[in-house]
């Protein structure tokens, strides 16, 4: 066979070759085509079938309510005794008497301590009979001058000594009072700084004393709640916890306000009385737990509040919930912005309306437009 026509008979088997190649993958191809044209719509999570199988999915559902949001702040505090003195002797000497202990109780002008007196009591002893001389001699003399026989430069002078007696006789009988240290008010002895035959000096503290009639608690306000606290305390409502007595719940009310600020802090200090019974368990220099909110006149703001668990805070970066649609039965995604959760509620500040519906439970499973079975609403 000549060279071209062996050259003309390959072409043409390779030809024909090739043909049936393609007519082998035509159906195959076709059939990718379409499948990747049809739209896939089983819900996310459902078993895959045929496109035209729609999957209901059964969810929780709830509405989003309506609550009085009340505002409450915690501040740490202290409790302050109404009056806290320490009381010394005025004079020095060996204390003979020392009948109070650390957490007694002492009436006002009940005994605290007493100094030897001995020496005191001489010494007004002697005062008085001086007195009581200058006395007797300024009386002869006022007499011996009526009758003209003293002149008045003698009566002159046994007035003046009767004088220094009377200032004298005063001088000793106070300063046998001041061998003794008698309380002041009703107190609690808060410690003892001296024993008993303790020699002490004039002004060293003996013993310190807390006036618990009232009973104070300080905190320290930042400076927006200072000035309307201020200027409107019937605003607030100020109650106070105590780790030391479980159970008890004290109402405070506002008594003194500190106008300079804190170098460090730039609080306010506050004062608070507790109102009403006090606690025996309370005692000065124990930390309560202050919480300041909205009184009852005051006009609470209003929360949309939904179920902690409605709100999907895991697989996007902004929190969002699912809203579901009675008309198709079908759900959508929308992003929410929360506030501080209530209980096991949580406020959500925007992306939601007053009794809008929405999945409280189940929503890992749904994807936009997805087909749901409402349950428990």
């Known amino acids: ?15 024909v070759a090739a043909a049936s190649a393609f007519l082998l993958v035509l159906p195959s191809w076709q059939i990718l085509a379409q499948g990747q044209t049809e739209p896939a719509e089983s819900a996310v999570g459902a078993p895959q079938g045929r496109a035209d199988t729609a999957v209901v999915l059964p969810v929780d559902l709830t509405q989003a309510l309506v609550q009085s949001e009340t505002r409450i702040r915690s501040f740490a505090g202290s409790v302050e005794a109404l009056r806290t003195v320490d009381l010394a002797f005025q004079i020095s000497g060996q204390i003979v008497e020392f009948p109070v202990i650390a957490g007694a109780r002492v009436p006002a002008g009940g005994l605290i301590g007493q100094i030897d007196n001995a020496d005191f009591q001489l010494a007004l002893n002697r005062a008085r009979a001086a007195y009581d001389l200058a006395r007797s001699e300024f009386t002869r003399a006022s007499a011996l001058s009526d009758r003209g026989v003293a002149t008045g430069a003698q009566l002159d002078v046994v007035s003046a000594q009767l004088s220094q007696a009377e200032v004298a006789l005063r001088e000793a009988e106070r300063r046998l009072t001041q061998t003794e240290v008698r309380a002041p008010f009703d107190a609690i002895v808060a410690r003892t700084y001296v024993e008993a035959y303790t020699n002490v000096t004039p002004a060293q503290p003996v013993v310190r004393l807390q006036d618990v009639s009232e009973l104070l608690i300080r905190i320290s306000l930042p400076e927006d709640l200072t000035a309307v606290a201020r200027v409107q305390p019937d605003l607030f409502s100020v109650t106070a916890t105590f780790p030391a007595a479980p159970g008890y719940r004290a109402t405070l009310e ?8 804190n170098a460090s802090t730039r609080t306010f200090d506050i004062e608070f009385r507790i109102a009403g019974d006090i606690d025996p368990r309370i005692l000065p220099g124990m930390t309560a737990n202050v919480a300041v909110g909205e009184s009852e006149s005051s006009s609470p703001a209003q929360a949309v509040t939904l179920p902690v ?12 919930v699912w809203i579901y649609n009675a008309d198709d039965s079908t759900v959508t995604r929308r992003d929410v912005r929360l506030g501080l959760p209530r209980d096991n509620r949580i406020v959500v500040l925007e992306g939601l309306e007053p009794g809008e519906t929405v999945v409280a ?11 749901v079975a409402a349950v428990g609403l």
């Open 254 to 261: 506002p008594r003194s306000f500190a106008t300079e600020a």
């Open 361 to 371: 439970t189940g929503w890992w499973r749904l994807r936009d437009g997805a087909r």
């Open 1 to 15: 066979m000549p060279i071209k026509g062996k050259l003309g008979a390959v072409l043409g088997i390779g030809a």
């Open 309 to 320: 668990s409605a709100v999907d805070t895991t697989s996007r970066a902004n929190p969002t």
